[in-house]
């Protein structure tokens, strides 16, 4: 109950730090409509207000405080605008509009879970390889953090643009791309879960005359779970972010990402945010979703430490 | 130094047969001899305890005669082959000092691990498992994951498991160093009843002079840098030990030597 408290109290301090910065953020452009609505605002012309801080001219004109956060297209929409929007676009539209950001957010997690796919099964692929051969552990692991180091809004259009041209196009290209963010961190932590078995425990299997298969099913697999699942939880987030990436350098008609592209397109902020909303939405539900899997997995092997 | 050399070198006897055994580690503080001019001999049904402070040579001598470690020079044979051969032939179960039971198996399940990679059928995994169970009084426990036993009850488990298979030898590794006393002399008394029921050989590692004493049919005692044996003790006790044997002066005459022969390995550095 206490932690209840704790945490209510975090989100409103957000909140209303959120609302007390629409002021500054969109006063201008509030007095800017007043002004050509006829309202008397000081200073009275546009070009003196420029000049002003934005704190003086909230000061000055308190009467338009609580337009700021009635705009049509604010700097910075206010929270229960981007609320009302987002109620809008998924409760009330139709799945089936282009308007629907359940449509657009479903396109979007469809490249994701490929990607996801992709990357987790690749990440323990090579991880198996790494713990496995001296020479993947020496040549592969340098590649796979270089890899990292390439900012991927450079990295996306060259995927796009060279799957293209030997005509991949369609999912493929973004869960390439959400595969890209993805099976990296799948390949530290299962590196790390496969090497955790201590030395007693490969001795006893090596007294057995346990063959390297039989060590990794019976127990380096098993061992590794835990860091695995900590793994995925990273992995699934990158994902999602590497499916809106690889939705903007195209031009996509659907998705989170051409959703948030639109909107700077036609400076429509409370749609930018209601689709960044969505995508942080989708992502927490990714994410939870695994943390139960990994909940009930490890309490059906005696893990939950 | 008193290297004890049996003199009838090859009796049909004789399960572990070690020669001017060698062992040197390279660390990056140079060369270590945690092994040094060993030789000794163990026979069928001996139930052998090592002894001595740490760096002695104890733990790596069985895990020598395990495979586990390769002499530098010298040669040793565990049931006349070499021992990476008697490892392939499963010719021991070993005994780690932590149970090391796997957290994701019932007890049952993790006895039936080195029966599941040797290779037994289905039905004859579950009578070794009922057998050896029973063997180590934990009948009924089967079922239970590792965490829902104390851990004298995982020792005991774990031993269970290296007596699964056909093994003739035990290596056991201090594996009562991290039990408290009580549950270690209880343990003590069960492992001498179940190796008069076995009749396996046995191979001890211990820090405990009572322990090494009580146990024994014969305690070598060793000293460290360089690792080395410094007594070999034939043990005059009856094969029928009750706890309260510990009170004979028979028992404190054995008990003595051994603490002479670990003062004579001190007094050497």
Known sequence: MKNILAVLTVVAAIIAFWYAACVPMNIKGVLDQAERAGTEVSPATAKERRDMGTFGLVASNTFAIADTWAQDRPRLPAPHQVAVELWKTTVEKKITSKRSLIYHGQVTLSATLLGFAIGTGLGILLAVGIVHSKVMDMSVMPWAIVSQTIPIIALAPMIIVVLYSIGVQGILPKAIISAYLSFFPVVVGMVKGLRSPDHMQLDLLKTYNASTAQGFWKLRLPSSLPYLFASLKIGIAASLVGAIVGELPTGAVAGLGARLLAGSYYGQTVQIWSALFAAAILAALLVALLGLIERLVLKRMGMSA | ?269
């Open chain 2, 1 to 269: 130094m008193t290297n004890e050399t049996t003199p009838q070198a090859s009796s049909p006897q004789a399960v572990v047969e070690a020669r001017d055994l060698n062992l040197v580690f390279e660390t990056n503080d140079g060369p270590v001899q945690a092994l040094k001019d060993v030789n000794l001999t163990i026979n069928k049904g001996d139930f052998v305890s090592f002894i001595g402070p740490s760096g002695c040579g104890k733990t790596t001598f069985l895990r020598v005669m395990a495979a586990l470690e390769h002499p530098t020079s010298g040669s040793i044979t565990v049931n006349g082959m070499t021992p990476d051969e008697a490892r392939q032939k499963r010719a021991y179960g070993y005994v780690f000092q932590a149970a090391g039971l796997y957290p994701w198996r019932t007890i049952a399940k993790n006895i039936k691990l080195p029966l599941e990679i040797m290779g037994y059928s289905k039905e004859e995994q579950d009578k070794r498992v009922a057998q050896v169970l029973d063997l180590v009084e934990l009948s009924g426990f089967g079922g239970k994951y590792p965490w829902q036993l104390s851990g004298g009850m995982q020792q005991r488990a774990s031993i269970a498991r290296a007596l699964a298979f056909d093994a003739d030898i035990l290596l056991m590794d201090e594996p009562f160093g991290a039990l408290d006393e009580i549950v270690r002399d209880h343990l003590n008394e069960q492992l001498l009843k179940l190796w008069a029921r076995t009749d396996k050989t046995i191979g001890f590692v211990t820090h405990s002079i009572p322990e090494a004493v009580y146990l024994s049919t014969k305690i070598v005692v060793m000293s460290p840098r360089p690792g080395r044996i410094t007594d070999v003790i034939e043990s005059t006790l009856p094969k029928e030990r009750p706890l309260d044997i510990r009170d004979s002066q028979e028992f404190i005459d054995i008990a003595h030597r051994v603490r002479e022969g670990l003062r004579a390995g001190h007094s050497d550095d």
